[in-house]
């Protein structure tokens, strides 16, 4: 009998899985949760279903997907992200943004 392919991590995972360890942890999941979010906007935006039913089963089945894809993503570096709020955590203060405001409250670079 041939041993099942365990390459993939697993993608219902137990409650406690979900906790994270530590700022990085936190950081790569929020992540996750971003690029799943894009995903999820793109596809909706773009009208695409690659299923043709548009029914609730297919939708659940490309939401999991999403999320699972955004979850490796994230922890393959994904869009850089988690590294700059991991490093702010860590840090204990805010990374400035690239802007200040003008005496009129306006926005400049």
Do not use: C, N
């Not at 409650?15 to 596809?43: C, T, V, W």
């Amino acid at each position: 009998m041939a041993a099942p392919i365990s390459s993939f991590p697993p993608i219902m995972t137990s409650p406690s899985a979900g906790k994270p360890k530590d700022a990085a942890d936190a950081a790569r999941q929020f992540e996750a949760m971003l690029i799943a979010q894009m995903l999820h906007s793109a596809r909706e935006e773009a009208g695409d279903d690659p299923l043709g039913g548009g029914d609730s089963a297919g939708s659940t089945m490309l939401d999991m997907a999403d999320q699972q894809f955004s979850k490796l993503l994230a922890d393959r570096g994904g869009l850089g992200l988690a590294s700059v709020i991991a490093k702010s955590l860590k840090a204990g203060s805010p990374v400035a943004p690239p802007w200040r405001f003008s005496k009129e409250g306006k926005p400049t670079i």
